[in-house]
């Protein structure tokens, strides 16, 4: 392999690195509870939370490293951290 | 090479004089120079302008400490500023007044000549902006420049109305220094 | 080496080197300009506002932002999008780029700014001396000093071409004294427009940021590839010491106009004292020789155009034989009691053969003036060395002991 000056490179190729692997516990959503208040999908730090069509959401867990945020910062505690089964 | 040094308040166009000069010069067929030597930028503050005048390309970059002329534009300057410091003994001290050249009592050798150019000013250009008139005074006492190039220079400055003015009095400050030679 | 530049009077005009700077960035045609004003650069950036304002520089974008650190940071983008890009700065402005100035020359875009060297606080000095650029030695910018408003003009198109050259890669920092030629009224031939065309071709490097092909510029390196970018860009900058100097003359022969390459050379045949300086001081000191040469001092000078890339070969060639050199340096490395010209030039004649003293003068800080007298007594120091040696290596100039 040879470098490129400036440092130069393809973009977005952090996406092969999926950082999934690192949670320990993993966010687990209830739909019933979800308002649509969209702050999980905003403070999410991963860009982890995806909207669905019908304007709820679901979880990338591929990259997800289970920091936690959005259970805590839900206002109707939709969303529960479960310990991950590895 | 001569040197001319500007003495002048903030405000009042030492430095355009210095660069109006050095264009003016230019056009005359030698090589000029000009810079400021700026401190505190605020108006009243006694600032300085350089001009260096050469048949040759000028080189030299520090500032001028033995000037053969030097131009005051206002006479309040003489207080507290030592307008005369280092001017040639050979040189000549223009300043802005209507007092003769006698009444001022300077430390130097060199000729001392008047001009009211704030009259001229007030007459011609309807202000007391005195630079560009006492540009045609130097010329008229000094002849290291003709005024038809200092009035070319201060049109290109200031097209119009206001640069014609201006070269009126520059022409009028000529022609009174002349007479007095 | 030393061409003769013949200047046609009737194509000269009297302008300020700031306006003869802006005129000659507008002639490259750049394709954006950032813009922050700090004295005395201002005026630069003030007369290419006017030009944008006018339609005189199609094709580009004035960015007005909110400080330096923005300015350069605005231009890394624009840069990696592949336009040409200019900005101007002094003084603390630059110092606040300083991590900026890393990333350009990291990411290798090619930006051309011009410094118009001014002291650094504290206590705040608005007036010339080199403290800011040499400060910014390191950060992989070359660095070119002018002595004359027409040379500042000319080192404009110069810097884009030398910088943009595919062997090259590197920003440049185009160095004119503050004050002394950016406020001169003086004559000079304004950048032409048609040979400028033809010496400088359009900008297109290798690789551009384009959302249609993305790329990552300045992408992360760990240790095992860090060194290789380092090495990368200290090859670039060998290969600007011959881009420099083939750009000088290439710029001779269409423009007829030559100031240097690397470095340039006044009366050094014969010469057994040689002066090295850098910037508007040179024309002094050239003033000074003639005067000097009459008397049968035989005195030269070295002008060092280029600091970085430093041109060591050049200046080895020069003092091979001469008998003392004399450094002067508008800046201090505080703790070292001692210039960085003085320094890298002794630095350089280490672990060679060449023997001569070298004496550095650290002079004109925050605008001190240097008169002609300065400079005759330091070579008249250069001569007492010549006869018994150095007794002080390297000191300040013009200092009032009364003061402090």
Known sequence: MKIVPGAVCEAGTSRVNKTGGWRTFKPVYDYDKCIKCKLCELLCPDS?????EDGYFEFDYDYCKGCGICANECPKQAITMVLEEK | MKEIRIHGRGGQGSVTAAELLAVAAFADGKFSQAFPAFGVERRGAPVQAFTRISDAPIRLRSQIYKPDYVIVQDPTLLESVDVASGLKDDGTLIINSDFDPETFKLDTKAKIMTVNATKIALDIIGMPIVNTVLLGAFAGATGEIRPESIMGAVRERFPGKVGERNAQAIMKAYEMMEGQK | MARETKMDKQKMVVVEGSYAVANAVRVCKPNVISAYPITPQTHIVEELSKFMADGEIPNCEYINVESEFSALSALVGSSAVGARSYSATTSQGLELMHEVLFNVAGMRLPIVMTVANRAVSAPINIWNDHQDSISQRDTGWIQLYAENIQEVSDMTAQAFKISEDRDVMMPCMTCMDGFILSHVY???????????????????????????????????????????????????????????????????????????????????????????AMGSIIGTIKDVIDRLRERNVKVGLLKVRAFRPFPAEAIMNVIRDVKVVVVLDKNISLGMNAGALFIETKSVLYNTDIDVPVIGYMMGQGGRDVPMSTIEKIISDAEEVMRSGIKIESQFTDLKEELV
């Open chain 3, 186 to 276: 003086e004559p000079l031939v304004l950048l032409e427009q048609e040979i400028t065309d033809e010496f400088l071709p359009p900008f297109r490097p290798e690789r551009i940021l384009d959302s249609k092909n993305p790329l990552t510029f300045g992408a992360f390196a760990d240790p095992n590839i860090y060194t290789e970018f380092r090495y990368q860009q200290e090859r670039a900058m060998q290969n600007a010491l011959k881009k420099i100097e083939d750009t000088a003359n290439e710029f001779y022969d269409m423009y007829g106009r030559h100031f240097g390459g690397l470095i340039d050379e006044y009366r050094t045949e014969d010469a057994d004292i040689i002066i090295m």
């Open chain 1, 48 to 52: 982890s939370v995806l909207p669905k």
